[in-house]
């Protein structure tokens, strides 16, 4: 039996969950013209709960929440809230294709870096090139040498966005001791389904019954594609190809979200992102090559 062509099946599987997740900028920005924001984390938490119930029945794990796991429930929770937060307003004042790249490709990058502090682990010659590398990508990409632009940009929305994400990705390989990632993703939409309602208490939650069919389409897109069935296969490929493997395929997600803002949104592909955001997939590869 040829392992490597075992291996096809989840790679193949891995490239839809990264164009699931690129699309999902697009799908964001359309909501972000149609309804208040929320209403629209709110509905999104709500929808993904849902639709985490038959891949909960199809994994038949028992399900089983530990105080240990459930302080990490809790921060990530509330670390996903203020993500989808900051997400929106960047993606409302800024375009999905940049915003995109710039959330996923300095996310682990400050995942690094609060690793580094927090646990004061020792860099290699390669891991601070790496760094280097990705300050450069970052000034490229957030068009720093005109300071009063990313002052004025969505750009910090985008930079707080990949900040909380790295403390996010923190929690959830902390978590995997505790509990099983799918119904980690589980517990997290539906307390944060819980609290977003309350955040959305004052607002009209009925009236998205009034959108029509290119709103509910990216919410569900944004909710049951872009998230749960993306983030399922993901951990399902990883426990079958390894960390590191599918953690490479992320580097494909940038792409996919340029080239779907493109297509659907109409937004013009700008060089100094390309440049900045190839600058910084590079600098991540040599701060994660082992």
């Known amino acids: 039996m040829n392992l490597k062509n075992d ?10 969950a990264m164009l699931l997740w690129g699309g999902g900028w697009t799908a964001l920005k359309i909501l972000t013209t149609a309804m208040p924001m929320d209403v629209v984390i709110f509905w999104r938490f709500f929808l993904m709960s849902l639709s985490f119930l038959p891949i909960l029945y199809f994994f038949k794990t028992p399900i089983t929440l530990t105080r240990g796991s459930l302080k990490y429930i809790l921060g990530s929770s509330f670390l996903n809230i203020a993500f989808m937060v900051f997400s929106f307003l960047g993606i409302k004042y800024g375009l999905a294709g940049a915003g995109s790249v710039i959330i996923t490709t300095f996310s682990p990058i400050m995942t690094f870096l609060l690793v580094a502090v927090l646990f004061k682990s020792g860099l290699s ?11 450069v990508g970052g000034y490229i990409l957030l068009q720093l040498n005109d300071f009063s632009l990313f002052l004025n940009s969505s750009n910090i929305y985008f930079l707080l966005s990949a900040l909380i994400w790295a403390g996010v990705t923190l929690l959830a390989q902390h978590s995997h001791k505790h509990i099983h990632p799918v119904h980690y993703s589980f517990f997290i939409s539906v307390i944060a389904t819980f609290f977003s309602f309350f955040y959305a208490y004052d607002s009209d939650l009925s009236a998205v019954f009034t959108q029509g069919v290119k709103f509910w389409t990216a ?15 993901f951990f399902v490929a990883s426990g079958k190809l390894g960390s590191q493997k599918t953690s490479s395929f992320m580097f494909l997600v940038p792409f996919f979200a340029l080239s779907c803002a493109w297509l659907i949104l ?8 390309i440049i900045g955001g190839l600058l910084s997939m590079i600098a991540v590869y040599f701060i994660n090559k082992k």
Request: no cysteine.
């Open 7 to 16: 291996d096809k099946p989840y790679e193949y599987l891995l490239i839809l």
């Open 125 to 135: 010659t390669r891991q601070y090139f790496g760094l280097l590398l990705g300050l």
């Open 219 to 233: 919410l569900i897109y944004l909710a049951v594609l872009g998230q749960t069935l993306a983030t399922t296969i």
């Open 266 to 273: 109409d937004e013009p592909i700008q060089l100094h992102v």
